[in-house]
């Protein structure tokens, strides 16, 4: 193999590998929970902070109960335990009725 050959190879290994941690380590921090279908004034969007829960692997999360496309969440569902309500249930985590709306909607 010609040198440019090896330095082409050995720069794309160094991309490869770059990519792999971008994919399996960065999760954006704040990112906007998608609306609701139900028809709503108040409260506005909520915004997830990937930096609250950094105790547990992606793989708590994702691909499950966070799909993609992603899932229509209310309140009834999380009280019965599903997506934040899977944790925030009083006993993982804070239970959802205890934070303030603000602490999870952004207005
Ligand atoms: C405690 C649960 C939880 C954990 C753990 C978690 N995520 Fe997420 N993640 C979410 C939620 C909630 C969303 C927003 C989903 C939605 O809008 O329905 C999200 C969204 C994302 C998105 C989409 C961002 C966008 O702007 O579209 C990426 C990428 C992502 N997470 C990567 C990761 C990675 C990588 C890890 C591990 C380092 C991780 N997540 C760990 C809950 C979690
Ligand atoms: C894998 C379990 C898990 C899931 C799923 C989860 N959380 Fe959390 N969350 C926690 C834990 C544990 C803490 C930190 C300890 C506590 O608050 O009890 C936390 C902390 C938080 C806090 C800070 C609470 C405070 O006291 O100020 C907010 C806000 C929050 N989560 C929002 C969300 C939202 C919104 C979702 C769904 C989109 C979500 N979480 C899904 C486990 C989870
Ligand atoms: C633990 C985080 C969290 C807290 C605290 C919270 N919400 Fe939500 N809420 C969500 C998530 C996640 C959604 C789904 C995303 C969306 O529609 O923006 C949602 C959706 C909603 C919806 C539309 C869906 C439905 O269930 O009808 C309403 C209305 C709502 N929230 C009202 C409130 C009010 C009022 C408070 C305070 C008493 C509150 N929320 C506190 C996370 C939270």
Known sequence: ???RG???LGGL???GLIGLLAAFSAAPDGVIV???RTPRKKPGPVLFLHSQHPFTTCYRCHPVPFTWPRPDITHRE???GAYCGACHDGK???EIKKLDCRSC???
């Open 78 to 80: 999380m009280k019965r």
């Open 34 to 36: 998608k609306r609701s």
């Open 1 to 3: 193999m010609t040198g």
């Open 6 to 8: 090896r330095r082409v």
């Open 92 to 94: 993982q985590a804070v």
């Open 13 to 15: 290994f160094v991309l």
């Open 105 to 107: 909607h952004v207005r």
